[in-house]
């Protein structure tokens, strides 16, 4: 049953079927194939089940914060102000790609919202600077993969909910891996602007940066609210993304910029998309129902441990199964697939679940940027106007600090776990 499902799943996923029908799909055939051809009513039943959860509120109020920090045209004030902060440096606007996405990452909390939003206006940037349209268009991907690191994110609160863990513990966890992912694309940035030529910006004057700040900063206040709010236990997750839009919706009014035509869209936006994660989370439920009735965590488990009994083999093995995995299946679909399996193994070698999840979600971010199946690279390709195979090409160098930065998050613990110990206390 198992290779019904898993194979059925990526099979569909490669021909291009959208990842909603594609898991149903594998679900149903699972089903059948296994012999509840006449309890196929439980499927809606479970479906619904699934997503009634308290913990899953939080979900569809990031989103709609995201889309309306785009609407109210932060976006542009993110650029400006990163512009005035590292424009000067060598290769200058493609460290602002960087350090924008960043302070960005603290407001969407999703890739997706990172490339559509920003990249417009960093590639077209970019271009007019003399930069080649594929390396602007592969750094945006690259350095989108922050977006969902550093707090908020989407995804970390639907592992946290898969995993039993604490949204704020993630949160925190996620600051640091952030912000090495970030400082590692701009070093290569640097060595590849010696190589390449890349012109810097003029430096800024302290009235141009102040200027910029005052917009600029209020971008960076929003992760503050979201984060004191969890942390103090003021909130919970759910409330904290009720409070994120409430602050989008005064910037809108505050900038006079959030029309009704923008509200509704920000509306509507946040609906289709949740209602798709909400759609494949409850499919989700069923897979897992199934994989533990075939018992294939256990029969998993068993294959690791007759393989190896070290926790860095362990861990090397699990890299490597995840950077495949996320080149064939997004990161939402491949974490409610992964989790239920992984999380005996996890607890087996004693790695922390709140550090599992930040390696997992980095991992399987990296093949947002991978062919096939990259979401990011599609979408850039859009966004940019350049051609798959160009931006595939240009991607390539760029997995270099990448993967060295999920190596350095793997194998040491204490880059995702220091600040949640010190601000929460040991787990």
Not at 136 to 156: D, E, K, Q, R
Not at 354 to 367: E, K, P, S
């Amino acid at each position: 049953m198992a290779w019904v499902l898993f194979g059925g799943f990526i099979a569909l996923m490669l021909l291009r079927v959208p990842v909603t029908m594609a898991i149903g799909c594998a679900v149903l055939a699972s089903l059948i194939f296994a012999g509840f051809s006449g309890e196929i009513y439980i499927l809606p039943l479970m479906v619904v089940e699934g997503v009634e959860n308290p913990a899953l509120l939080a979900v569809p109020f990031f989103i709609m914060a995201g889309n309306l920090m785009n609407a109210v045209g932060m976006t542009d004030k993110i650029f400006n102000f990163a512009m005035t902060l590292v424009g000067h440096f060598r290769a200058g606007l493609a460290q602002v790609n960087v350090l924008a996405s960043m302070i960005f990452a603290g407001v969407s909390g999703a890739a997706v919202a990172d490339i559509a939003g920003l990249g417009m206006v960093e590639i077209k940037a970019m271009r007019e600077r003399g930069y080649p349209a594929d390396f602007a268009a592969a750094l945006t991907v690259c350095s989108a993969v922050i977006g969902p690191i550093i707090p908020p994110s989407i995804s970390l609160v639907i592992y946290a909910f898969l995993s039993e863990t604490s949204v704020g513990r993630l949160f925190l966890g996620g600051i640091v891996p952030g912000i090495l992912t970030g400082v590692a694309l701009m070093i290569f940035n640097r060595i590849v602007a010696e190589k390449r030529g890349f012109p810097s910006e003029p430096r800024a004057s302290l009235t141009q940066i102040s200027e910029s700040a005052v917009d600029g900063i209020a971008a960076l206040v929003a992760p503050a609210i979201i984060l004191g709010a969890i942390i103090t236990g003021f909130t919970t997750a759910t409330e904290a993304g009720v409070l994120a839009c409430a602050y989008s919706i005064l910037l809108g009014l505050g900038y006079r910029t959030l029309t009704l035509k923008k509200l509704w869209r920000a509306l509507t936006d946040t609906m289709i998309v949740t209602s798709i994660i909400m759609i494949i989370i409850g499919y989700s439920q069923v897979m897992g129902w199934l994989l533990a009735i075939e018992q294939i965590p256990q029969a998993l488990a068993d294959i690791v441990l007759t393989t190896t009994g070290s926790r860095a083999v362990f861990l090397g093995i699990l890299i490597l199964f995840l950077l495949v995995i996320g080149t064939v299946v997004e990161g939402i679909p491949a974490k409610l697939i992964l989790v239920p399996i992984l999380l005996p193994l996890v607890d087996h070698f004693g790695v922390d679940r709140i550090h599992f999840g930040l390696i997992l979600t980095f991992a399987l971010l990296i093949g947002m940027a991978t062919p096939p199946m990259g979401i990011g690279l599609y979408i850039v390709t859009q966004v940019g106007d350049v051609s798959f195979e160009s931006v595939t090409r240009a991607v390539i160098p760029f997995y270099i600090p990448l993967i060295i930065v999920l190596l350095l998050i793997t194998y040491i613990p204490s880059l995702t776990l220091w600040l949640p110990n010190l601000l929460m206390g040991p787990n």
